[in-house]
């Protein structure tokens, strides 16, 4: 039997991609030129402000750098940040493309 | 011993709430229900009612301390008027729709513009379609027995029950009101257990986004949509009635007064005059069909007490042998008609019952309305009716324009 909610408000359980894989809904994704990125090029933890601005928590504080798309909403955040403009945001259908 | 006292609707109020024993108050003073603000601070102040009384800076916020403390497991109250209630209208909305068993008092009066101060329901009417129970109390004794029952049925149901009385006719009036016993009151009412129990080693998330569609979590179970959600609030309501009326008996059996569950009656057995109304224009009115009789009309009474979830069934029973339907109300909707009148209309429709109804708009705003013009208004509309008029429009009773 399959198994239903047991709540009777909206309630649900703490979990990643609770409400779905939300990557999908972005036009834009994050590119990421590893050899730009500070901790990369100093080979030691530095900077990480994409890290702290990610409104959707989704980027990784380690070398290197990485980016979960399954969940980034491409509002590019983490590209206006980056002090040595190391990400840029590019359209998918290009990617596609 | 019997503990009776002389108190106004007010203190009565405060002093139920002194005996639910909440763990958190939050509200924000305003005339009428302002002396149950004062009172209940004055308790916490003094020691003798152990709860948080948070301070805030309006009602909106009174109600969202209330939801946080609710969500968490705490008992909860708050308490308002008119403006003040309106001002919560979002989280009125929100605590329904998280299934929270807050209790609040809505001390009726009108709402602006231009300002009252003063009676009528119209405040509460306009949270009518919010998902809370709403109950209307007639007298002092009753808002201090309703309050309590209130707890029961709310903690039972997961649904916020609103506890409506008159301001100033009942909030600072002054009557004899028997003061439930302590330990009774603790027997009558379990400790709150919260649907969800949410701690450090159950931490949820409460209430994100909810999709149109039904969907599987991240743990692959299948969740409700956004509309499920919404319909599991009215199956609650429609079943609340069972429950309302199960608190009502209990609460006679435990303490000797059962005041009706969703409605009571006085008089109706054999009446061919039907009066209706809600709160304490329905009690002026068993003083007006009182007096009716000793002129040879017999005319009855059908107090509604709880107004959501309407109670269809009880009404359409209760109203089945009436000649004429006459509605009392003191709130409106506005571009139709009164609130309360239209509700009857849609739950007769397909019963059969097909007496006709005249509804008064009476006492907005605060004006006096006594048993002798309700009665007198009864007469207008039996002459009314010998002379052709099966149905006709709202009347707005004392009313002078132009
Ligand atoms: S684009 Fe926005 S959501 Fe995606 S990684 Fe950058 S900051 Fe985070
Ligand atoms: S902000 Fe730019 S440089 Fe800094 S860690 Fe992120 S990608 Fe690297």
Not at chain 2, 195 to 204: A, G, L, R
Request: net charge negative; hydrophobic share 40%; glycine share 8%.
């Amino acid at each position: 039997m399959e198994q239903r909610d047991k709540y009777i408000s909206g309630i649900c359980t703490p979990a990643i991609g609770e409400a779905g894989k939300t990557g999908d809904w972005s036009d834009l994704k994050p590119v990421i030129d590893h050899s730009k990125c500070i901790p990369e090029t100093k080979g030691k933890a530095a900077c990480f402000l994409c890290w702290l601005y990610c409104p959707d928590g989704v980027v990784t504080m380690s070398i290197p750098v990485e980016i979960d798309l399954d969940y980034c909403k491409g509002c590019g955040i983490c590209a206006e940040e980056c002090p040595p403009n190391a990400i840029r945001m590019v359209r998918k259908v290009e990617c596609d493309e | 011993m019997s503990d009776t006292r002389i108190i106004t609707g007010n203190e009565a109020a405060a002093l139920a709430v002194k005996l639910v024993e909440p763990n958190v108050i939050a509200a924000y003073p305003i005339t009428p229900q302002t002396s149950l603000a004062e009172k209940l601070s004055t308790f916490v102040e003094g020691g003798e009612l152990r709860a948080e009384y948070v301070r805030v800076e309006g009602e909106h916020s009174a109600l969202t301390v209330c939801i946080s403390a609710s969500t968490v497991g705490a008992r909860v109250f708050t308490a308002t008027s008119s403006n003040g209630l309106l001002y919560m209208h979002e989280q009125i909305h929100w605590a329904a729709g998280s299934r929270l068993p807050i209790v609040m008092c809505c001390v009726n009066r009108g709402v602006g513009a231009p300002w009252s101060i003063f009676n009528d329901q119209q405040d509460s009417f306009s949270q009518r379609d919010t998902g809370w129970i709403q109950i209307y109390c007639r007298d002092n004794q009753e808002i201090i027995d309703t309050i309590i029952q209130a707890y029961r049925i709310a903690e039972a149901v997961y649904i916020p029950v609103m506890v409506c009385y008159d301001g100033f006719v009942l909030s600072h009036t002054m009557m004899p009101v028997e003061i439930p016993d302590y330990g009774k009151v603790r027997e009558f009412l379990p400790p709150y257990k919260p649907s969800v129990d949410i701690s450090p080693e159950n931490p949820v998330t409460v209430n994100p986004v909810f999709f149109p569609w039904r969907r599987e979590n991240a743990e692959g179970v299948l969740c409700d949509g956004y509309m499920e959600k919404r319909y599991k609030l009215q199956d609650a309501l429609l079943k609340s009635t069972d429950t309302i009326e199960e608190v009502s008996t209990a609460y006679g059996q435990a303490f000797g007064r059962d005041h009706g569950g969703l409605l009571w009656e006085h008089m109706t057995d054999d009446a061919e005059i039907v009066i209706v109304g809600m709160g304490s224009i329905a009690a002026e009115a068993t003083v007006a069909a009182d007096s009716l009789r000793k002129e040879g009309i017999r005319a009855g009474v059908v107090g509604i007490r709880v107004f959501r979830p309407f109670p269809r069934k009880a009404i359409a029973t209760a109203l089945k042998k009436a000649k004429v339907i006459v509605v009392f109300e003191k709130c409106m909707s506005y571009g139709c008609d009164g609130g309360v009148s239209s509700d009857i209309k849609s739950a007769l429709y397909g019963t059969g019952i097909e007496a006709p109804m005249h509804n008064y708009i009476a006492g907005l705003g605060g004006r006096d309305v006594k048993a002798r013009e309700l009665a007198d208004a009864v007469k207008e509309t039996i002459t009314r009716i010998d002379s052709g008029t099966e149905e006709n429009e709202t009347t707005w009773l004392n009313c002078h324009t132009g």
